[in-house]
């Protein structure tokens, strides 16, 4: 059920999402544009035309799923291929925020209760949550396309943000394991590394809810 939800809550237009260089003035002119025309119609339509816009809105958007199909159809298996693999993106990337950011909590946790053993779960936690996060951030380059740079600046930062975590996860868990083989040297490298990773999976998880939710403010009060 999850493998045929996931699909459906992801971006596919990259275009959309200011994905790659592009052309920055052009895409402004045509937003400006856009915004012209669309502020020259609310002046311009009564009561009775935003009325029948409302309509043609609903109709448009119970026929999206026909237009997505008739999209579906007009492409070659590999660009379906790349198109489903972003869209499962969305889906993984829960579980490596969760085990992460679990590990801290299982290590403080054992801190508080002074007992070394929890730091074994942290380790096992930590190892599943790297996986993640690396498929993750490899699902991530499908969703937003493979490019070095993005005129859409959070965009850009959300896909090396992600990419970063990933490879810091890696030496999250080489740390833990380091400190398991010393357990009498001090472990201030692994909770500094810990507790920077896990600041910045809550600032990811702000940017990635932004294409999501409608834009930066989404986790307004």
């Known amino acids: 059920m999850l493998g045929m939800a996931g699909p459906a809550l992801a971006h596919e237009d990259h275009d959309a999402l200011g994905a790659g260089p592009g ?75 969760a085990m992460i950011i679990g590990a ?39 969703a937003g396309g493979f490019y070095l740079s993005d005129r859409n600046p959070v965009l850009m930062t959300h896909r090396w ?4 975590l990933a490879a810091l996860s890696v030496v999250l868990v080489y740390l833990a394991f380091r400190a398991r083989r010393a357990a009498e040297r001090p472990r201030t490298a692994y909770w500094s590394l810990l507790g920077a990773v896990t600041i910045a999976i809550a600032v990811q998880g702000w940017l990635g809810g932004s294409f999501m939710h409608g834009g930066l403010n989404h986790l307004a009060f």
């Open 23 to 97: 052309n920055t003035q052009a895409s402004r002119a045509a937003s400006d544009d856009h915004a012209g025309m669309a502020g020259m119609n609310d002046n311009a339509v009564g009561p009775a035309d935003a009325a029948m816009g409302q309509d043609v809105a609903a109709d448009d958007m119970a026929m999206g799923h026909g237009h997505d199909e008739a999209n579906a159809r007009n492409k070659t298996f590999g660009q379906r291929l790349v198109s489903w693999l972003g869209r499962l993106h969305t889906m993984v990337i829960h579980f490596p925020i």
């Open 104 to 142: 801290l909590a299982v290590e403080l946790f054992g801190l508080w209760r002074r007992n070394a053993s929890y730091q074994e779960a942290a380790r096992v936690m930590l190892i599943v949550g790297s996986l993640g996060a690396i498929v993750a951030a490899f699902l991530g380059w499908f």
């Open 161 to 164: 943000l992600g990419t970063t």
